[in-house]
């Protein structure tokens, strides 16, 4: 029967002290990022299987087997996109046979940075931060040490791995599907200060514009507008030329734009076209259903947990961002300009 190594093993091939291996493996600090790089390498071709090592685990944290997760309330109550994103990373992280701990964040917990026990007290190898909860508080979180992943959201200011949309070049592809259609009155509608991703959102569809030859009408640019629907309608009623084309920063604004034209009396396609983002519930539910960018949710999850397990091993390297694509689906609510 093959001798079961041990970290004194792996310590005499080394030539460096016991308590050196066992920083190393565990991710506690004391230990060079090149040492601990060495020992991990070592421990595996000499087939160590220690219960909390870093490589038995596939970790390079506490050794604990358990990564947090954590959004503000508001996020957790997009069920129907973020909770997909959830369910991805809640199996992704059960095959690789580690526990998840979930805690939602509450204005309070994030204007005073209270952030949760299992993160306060180190008692997770890894997080992953879904969607924005403030940079603040995402800049807490990462001075702990603790490895951590962003997911649908980034900054400059946050110095962290990020999972994010390639939300210009999905904005230039629904735009151009617009101009392609014949249109050249192209309107923006969305709080684009709301968020990075609705800012790169309204940037694709100046860029598509810009790259077809047609002029920015400013006049058509609503970029400081609430997703809210009696706000939405006061917009488009009170238009005097309307667009022939709607590009929505997201879907509720889509099926907000959709219902406004049609009290206003204003045919979906036929007289408008209405192009969305997120291929959400309300794209889907809206009649016309709404031609929208879709967004593979499940990749999303999937990726998260990839990028935090390999920035477990990897903490001394620099920042990786992953842009991942999203797909055009043509639906009932767009249609040929006329006149």
């Known amino acids: 029967m093959a001798k079961k190594i041990s ?3 792996i310590a005499d091939a080394l030539n460096i002290s016991k308590n050196s291996v066992s920083q190393a493996l565990s991710g506690k600090p004391g230990v060079s990022e090149a040492t601990r790089k060495l020992v991990e390498k070592t421990a595996q071709e000499m087939g160590y ?3 909390k090592s870093v490589v038995a685990n596939g970790l390079a944290g506490t050794g604990t087997g358990t990564i947090g997760l954590i959004a503000s309330d508001y996020a957790f109550s997009l069920k129907s996109f973020f909770g997909e994103i959830y369910l991805s990373i809640e199996k992704e992280v059960a095959a690789r046979g580690m526990n998840l701990l ?3 964040v509450n204005t309070e917990a994030r204007d005073h940075l209270v952030l949760p026990s299992f993160i306060a007290e180190g008692k997770v190898d890894g997080v992953l931060i879904l969607s924005h909860i403030s940079t603040e508080y ?4 990462i001075a702990t040490g603790i490895p951590t992943v962003m997911i649908d959201h980034h900054h400059p200011l946050i110095q962290a791995d990020a999972i994010v949309t ?3 070049f999905g904005a230039y592809t629904a735009v151009k599907h617009l101009i392609g ?3 050249r009155d192209i309107a923006y509608v969305g709080n684009a200060t709301l968020s990075p991703s609705y800012q790169e959102r309204l940037e694709g569809y100046r860029l598509a514009l810009q790259e077809h030859g047609i002029p920015l009408k400013e006049d058509f640019v609503f970029s400081e507008v609430l997703e809210d629907d009696q706000e939405v309608t006061a917009l488009v009623q009170g238009l005097d030329i309307q667009p ?5 920063v997201n879907d509720g604004f889509g099926f907000f734009v959709r219902s406004a034209l049609q009290q206003h009396g204003i045919a979906v396609p036929g007289q408008a076209s209405v192009c969305s983002f997120d291929n959400g519930m309300l794209s889907r539910l809206s009649i016309p259903k709404i031609t929208t960018m879709n967004i593979d949710l499940d990749l999303y999850g999937r990726k998260a947990v990839e990028q935090l397990m390999w920035r ?7 920042i990786i961002e992953l842009l991942l694509p999203s797909e055009l689906i043509v639906r009932e609510s767009t249609g040929k300009v006329r006149g």
């Not at 995402?138 to 979180?141: F, G, M, Q, T």
């Open 49 to 51: 299987s220690g219960k």
């Open 7 to 9: 970290m004194q093993d």
């Open 181 to 183: 259609l014949g249109h």
């Open 102 to 104: 979930i805690q939602s």
């Open 244 to 248: 022939s084309a709607w590009f929505c």
């Open 138 to 141: 995402s800049n807490a979180v």
């Open 166 to 168: 390639n939300n210009r």
């Open 312 to 318: 477990m091993q990897h903490k001394g390297e620099p």
